[in-house]
């Protein structure tokens, strides 16, 4: 079984500022990874994902990620987050042996971007 | 390139009534996931379903919860009786069956319980 820990509930920042983003995973096999992002009253829409090659992967809005197998981490990074970015973000996780499966959240964390 | 539809955006009913969400997936997208997201327990997968079979109902708490989907293009979930621990926000999710794709969302269903 899966598990994600994602290890800041909240998050506040300035305007400008870079941010990172937490999380931590325990799997016994390989295992995909993704960033959802939640504005308010909204689903959740994807970020990025690591399914494998470079450990260090760019997705929308200027935010990447980087995999690290041996701390079993993934932590999303922005070096300059905007108002735009408050919102809450899922890491998510599910087994790398084909087809898609269930994902396995994280408990979220809240980022909150002031002027 | 329409996203998931969910329906109706918000339900608010009186306890012991059946409420019937319902979930329009991505075409072509084979797998649909129904979670419900809540302050105190996070995003929970309630059940996921495969080319319209259930695969997995583990997260479905207790029999008040049913879920169906008679083809590919549609899906409820009814909660019959409905009760007050039953108020949160309910989402929909699809997916292709290929590897590494992500889980697609609708906007979700709050649904309220007095």
């Known amino acids: 079984a899966q598990s994600v820990t994602q290890l800041d509930s909240q998050v506040p920042v300035f305007e400008e500022a870079p941010v990172e983003l937490r999380c931590n995973y325990s799997?016994?096999?390989?295992?995909?990874l993704f960033w959802y992002v939640q504005y308010p009253n909204q689903g959740l829409q994807l970020l990025l994902k690591?399914?494998?090659?470079?450990?260090l992967v760019k997705g929308i809005n200027g935010f990447e990620a980087e995999f690290n197998k041996s701390q079993t981490s993934f932590h999303l990074r922005k070096p300059s987050v905007h108002i735009s970015d408050t919102a809450e973000y899922f890491c998510?996780?599910?087994?790398?042996?084909?087809?898609?499966?269930?994902?396995?959240f994280g408990k979220g964390t809240k980022l909150t971007v002031n002027p | 390139d329409a996203g998931v539809i969910q329906s109706p955006r918000h339900e608010v009913t009186e306890m012991g009534q059946e409420v019937t969400l319902r979930c329009k997936p991505i075409?072509?997208?084979?797998?649909l996931f129904w979670y419900r997201q809540t302050m105190m327990r996070g995003l929970e997968l309630l059940i996921y379903?495969?080319?319209?079979?259930?695969?997995?109902d583990s997260g479905m708490p207790e029999d008040r919860f049913s879920a169906k989907m008679p083809n590919a293009s549609f899906s409820t979930l009814k909660i019959q009786p409905s009760e007050p621990r039953d108020s949160a926000v309910y989402f929909c999710?699809?997916?292709?069956?290929?590897?590494?794709?992500?889980?697609?969302f609708g906007d979700g269903t709050r649904l309220s319980i007095l």
């Open positions: 999710a699809s997916s292709r069956q290929a590897v590494g794709q992500p889980q697609h």
């Open positions: 998510a996780v599910t087994p790398a042996r084909g087809g898609s499966e269930k994902l396995v």
């Open positions: 379903f495969n080319n319209n079979v259930p695969i997995d």
């Open positions: 799997s016994s096999v390989s295992v995909y």
């Open positions: 075409s072509g997208h084979d797998y």
């Open positions: 690591y399914l494998s090659g470079s450990t």
